[in-house]
């Protein structure tokens, strides 16, 4: 069952894998995203409300169309640096003595 999206104005269906939307850049955006495994209606919704989460769109539902939630961040920075000691931060803090 093919799954509806809003997003800045224009709807686009999620169905087998393949995004279809009237505006080229919206869907080539989601086209990007877009996940071939998601082959069941379930994982077609789970998709569809993650690419509309991401743009900050809404989804339709039997209710009717309701806002997408924003999808947890996939990088965070304590991922990447690792958090510093309040003692050793300061742009001449490698020229400190150290205790």
């Known amino acids: 069952m093919p799954v509806r999206i809003?997003?800045?104005g224009h709807e686009a269906t999620f169905a087998g894998g393949q995004?279809?939307?009237?505006?080229d850049s919206l869907q080539a955006m989601l086209?990007?995203?877009?996940d071939p495994r998601a082959t069941?209606?379930?994982?077609?919704?789970v998709h569809a409300l993650y690419a509309a989460?991401?743009?900050?769109g809404l989804i339709a539902t039997p209710?009717?169309?309701?806002?997408?939630p924003h999808p947890e961040a996939e990088?965070?920075?304590e991922?990447?640096?690792?958090?510093?000691r309040p003692e050793q931060s300061g742009w001449l803090s490698f020229l400190k003595r150290k205790r």
């Open 79 to 84: 991922d990447i640096a690792p958090t510093r």
């Open 19 to 23: 995004w279809t939307c009237a505006d």
């Open 6 to 8: 809003r997003i800045y």
């Open 53 to 56: 989460g991401r743009f900050g």
């Open 31 to 34: 086209q990007a995203l877009a």
């Open 40 to 45: 069941t209606p379930e994982q077609e919704h």
């Open 63 to 68: 209710q009717g169309w309701e806002a997408a």
């Open 75 to 77: 990088i965070r920075m």
